[in-house]
C-alpha cells in the first residue's frame, strides 16, 4: 500500500519528463514539446470525433451515459492488449483480473488486465436472469479480486450474526442494504446523480452482506454497471432490486450452508 501510494506520489510531470528522457534518450525540452503536442492532438480529437487511439498505446473517449443525458460525458482510456504485461499467477489458476482492468475488447467490455484473457459471456450477465444468477456466481469466481471474498472465511461476529438473523431476517436485510447503498441517489454538484460517495459506501467488514457486495459486485454503482449492465445515474427498477438481492442470496448460501435457505427465495 505504502509503496502504491509512493510511486503515485513521484508522478509528476518533472519526473515523467526525466523518465520518458532517459527512456528515450531524447533531451527534456524535446520530450515536453512532444507532450505538449500531444495534448493538444487528445484535446482536438475528443472534441471532434469524441475518440482518439494512439497507435499500439491506447485508446482515450469521451463517453456518455446513454440512460442519463444529465450524466456528463466521462473519458476513457483503455491500453491496448498489446502491451499488457501477460499472464501473471493468478492468470495460471483461472483468476483474471477483470475488476479495474484497463483493458477492454472490441464490444467495451473488459478483459484481464494482465493476460488479456476474454473468457466472460458479458452479454448472459447482463441478461440478469434470476433463473441464471448461478451461473453469474460462478463467473464473479473467475475474478481475482471478487474471487478473495467468495474464498475469504467469514469473520466469527459476522457468522453469528447472520445465524441470529436467520433466513428471512437475512432476506430483510439484503433487500434493506441493496436499498441504503446502492438504491437512494443524490445530486452531486457537479450534476451527476449516484450514491453518496460511490464506490466507498460498502464496509469491509462486520457483515456477511458487505462480503456478499464484494463478493457478487454489487457493492457500488460503478461495479453493478460493469458486472451487471445496470447503467449509473438512474434510480433501480423492482426487477434489478430483486436482482441483485438474488445475487447476494447465492453468496450467502454459499457461505452458509446451514442456515436454512437452500431452497430457492421466490
Ligand atoms: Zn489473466
Ligand atoms: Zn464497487
Redesign the pocket.
Known amino acids: 500500500m505504502a509503496k502504491a501510494a509512493a510511486r503515485k506520489k513521484n508522478l509528476t510531470k518533472t519526473n515523467l519528463l526525466a523518465s520518458i528522457a532517459t527512456a528515450t534518450d531524447m533531451p527534456k525540452k524535446q520530450v515536453a514539446a512532444v507532450l505538449v503536442g500531444l495534448a493538444a492532438q487528445i484535446k482536438q480529437s475528443l472534441s471532434t470525433n469524441g475518440a482518439i487511439t494512439i497507435l499500439g498505446l491506447v485508446k482515450i473517449e469521451k463517453k456518455t451515459v446513454p440512460a442519463c443525458p444529465t450524466w456528463p460525458a466521462y473519458i476513457e482510456v483503455t491500453v491496448l492488449p498489446e502491451l499488457l504485461p501477460g499472464?501473471?499467477r493468478?492468470?495460471a489458476r483461472g483468476l483474471?483480473?477483470y475488476h479495474q482492468s484497463p483493458a477492454t475488447n472490441k464490444y467495451g467490455q473488459p478483459i484481464?488486465g494482465?493476460?488479456?484473457?476474454d473468457e466472460i459471456n458479458w452479454d448472459r450477465l447482463h441478461g440478469r436472469d434470476i433463473a441464471d444468477v448461478a451461473y453469474t456466481g460462478a463467473q464473479l469466481q473467475t475474478d481475482r479480486f471478487r474471487n478473495k471474498w467468495w474464498a475469504k472465511d467469514l469473520e466469527e461476529a459476522a457468522v453469528k450474526h447472520a445465524l441470529r438473523k436467520g433466513p428471512i431476517g437475512i432476506q430483510d436485510d439484503i433487500r434493506q442494504r441493496v436499498l441504503s447503498s446502492v438504491g437512494q441517489l443524490y445530486r452531486m454538484e457537479d450534476g451527476t446523480v449516484e450514491p453518496f460517495r460511490d464506490g466507498a459506501q460498502t464496509p469491509f467488514r462486520g457483515n456477511i452482506i458487505y462480503y456478499g457486495q464484494h463478493a457478487t459486485s454489487t457493492c457500488c454503482r460503478k461495479c453493478i454497471e460493469v458486472w451487471h449492465g445496470i447503467p449509473r445515474g438512474r434510480e433501480l427498477t423492482q426487477d434489478e432490486i430483486d436482482y441483485l438481492a438474488e445475487l447476494l442470496l447465492v453468496y450467502v448460501r454459499f457461505k452458509l450452508p446451514g442456515l436454512g435457505m437452500d431452497c430457492h427465495s421466490k
Open positions: 499472464p501473471d493468478y492468470c483474471h483480473t484481464c494482465s493476460c488479456g484473457a
